[in-house]
């Protein structure tokens, strides 16, 4: 039962373009979200976060949108740049559980 | 910086034998979490830790088991290695903050890539 989806494994861009990654949820009761990168062989890394109290956070070019009546979470990366290729996954945990739920994650190739 | 130290980078280890895949972190965090990484599947939970010698099973704690001695150490255990268990090995470790959300987040070591023949 898989309570973070990411429903699309890859995705390509061409760069200076909008890169938009999607995640959706279920548990209404979730109330902290975050969005990891990942290059190959080596561990995620933070990227952005998101409190169930806001609907967007920015961050350079980075911008997380929460959709919390969709349940859904997305990540906007403008422009992308080659180095944003990698993998994706969206987390999301309960208060109080420090546990966080990962999505599949999503491939980005930003093509030059 | 938080470093999440991983001892290996890579291992290659028969069926049948025990494992050990050790973690270290130096930033005096409270939690410590094992996930695997497999195609298709993400991330997911094996075993996590809110305190020395205090161990919670994740979602697929099956065919492993932990250790946390010291509140800088993390290992994750191998009972007897199958080919099923190889994959991707991350172990990541939070502060323990509940007035502050921020802090929630992981800090990952670089991964064990664990291969069983």
């Known amino acids: 039962d898989q309570q973070v989806k990411q429903n699309s494994p890859s995705l390509s861009v061409q760069e200076g373009r909008i890169s938009i990654l999607n995640c959706d949820y279920t548990?209404?009761?979730?109330?902290?979200f975050l969005w990891y990168k990942k290059y190959p062989a080596e561990g995620p890394t933070f990227l952005i976060s998101?409190?169930?109290?806001?609907d967007k956070n920015e961050d350079g070019r980075f911008t997380v949108f929460l959709n919390k009546s969709a349940k859904h979470l997305s990540l906007h990366i403008v422009p992308s740049q080659p180095g944003d290729s990698a993998v994706y996954f969206c987390?999301?945990?309960?208060?109080?559980?420090?546990?966080?739920?990962f999505g599949t994650g999503t491939r980005l190739k930003v093509l030059a | 910086d938080v470093k999440v130290t991983q001892s290996s980078r890579y291992l290659v280890k028969r069926t049948g034998e025990k494992v050990f895949l050790e973690c270290v972190q130096d930033?005096?965090?409270?939690?410590m979490f094992w996930y695997r990484q497999d195609p298709g599947l993400g991330l997911r939970l094996i075993y996590f830790?809110?305190?020395?010698?205090?161990?919670e099973k994740g979602d697929i704690p099956e065919g492993y088991s932990v250790s946390r001695e010291k509140k800088e150490r993390f290992s994750l255990i191998l009972e007897s290695a199958s080919t099923n268990q190889t994959s991707m090995y991350l172990c990541?470790?939070?502060?323990?903050?509940?007035?502050?959300?921020?802090?929630?987040?992981?800090?990952f070591g670089s991964g064990t890539r664990l291969t069983v023949v």
């Open positions: 990541a470790s939070s502060l323990l903050d509940s007035l502050n959300p921020a802090s929630w987040g992981y800090t």
């Open positions: 548990n209404s009761m979730f109330d902290y």
């Open positions: 998101i409190s169930s109290i806001k």
């Open positions: 987390a999301a945990c309960f208060s109080g559980t420090y546990k966080y739920i």
């Open positions: 930033m005096d965090h409270e939690n």
């Open positions: 830790s809110y305190d020395v010698k205090m161990k």
